[in-house]
């Protein structure tokens, strides 16, 4: 009778292996819907815009799966638990960042974009009116001596408002034939005005 018995006990628990290795790999993985805020610095307001959001799933540090994209911060996305790698584009700012979802951890990230704004305005001489006719700019990674850095933006504008990572950068305008080019500084969840001068120098 207990002979019986235990080798019910062992048919059983047989059966129950078979089962759990025949579910689905992520059936025990419930989804948790994550909101993803973005801010222009740390401690700053969340951001309500449109912005390009994607999600890929890591596998071994790396990313194997593109899963979510959306296109406005802030973001809802349902995820199962594991590793991600979050890549967020503002106006020119991107910022790429991992993070996990645990099945019982916090459901709620921020992506610190350490980004700010700049304003752009030419003058053609000191003391005159900006100029109201659209310059050619070109934005690049500062990058000392000669060589020239990774270009960030191309712009045809009089007065253009944009969105870069905090750092150095090196900005060239364009206007009837004559060039100039200055070094200015982005700082994050900052906005400053540049005024540059055909022939002179910068200001904030």
Do not use: C
Request: aromatic share 6%.
């Amino acid at each position: 009778m207990l002979g019986s018995f235990a080798w019910r006990s062992g048919a059983a628990a047989l059966a129950l292996l078979a089962g759990i290795a025949a579910a689905p790999a992520g059936a025990h993985a419930a989804e948790r819907v994550v909101r993803l805020d973005a801010v222009m610095a740390a401690g700053g307001e969340p951001i309500y815009d449109a912005m390009a959001i994607g999600i890929w799933r890591l596998q071994g540090g790396e990313p194997v799966k593109r899963v979510a994209e959306r296109h406005a911060a802030p973001a809802e996305i349902a995820l199962a638990p594991g590793r991600y790698r979050v890549q967020a584009v503002y106006g020119k700012a991107r910022r790429v960042t991992d993070f996990t979802v645990a099945s019982d951890g916090k459901a709620r990230r921020t992506i610190n974009l350490e980004a700010g704004r700049v304003r752009l305005k030419l003058l053609e001489r000191p003391g005159g009116a900006p100029v109201a006719k659209p310059v050619d700019w070109e934005i690049r990674r500062y990058r000392r001596g000669d060589d020239q850095g990774r270009e960030i933006a191309a712009l045809r504008d009089a007065q253009p408002h944009v969105r870069l990572a905090a750092g150095w950068y090196e900005v060239a305008a364009r206007y009837r034939g004559n060039t100039v080019r200055h070094a200015v500084e982005v700082t994050a969840g900052r906005s400053f005005t540049y005024t540059i001068v055909l022939g002179g120098d910068a200001g904030g």
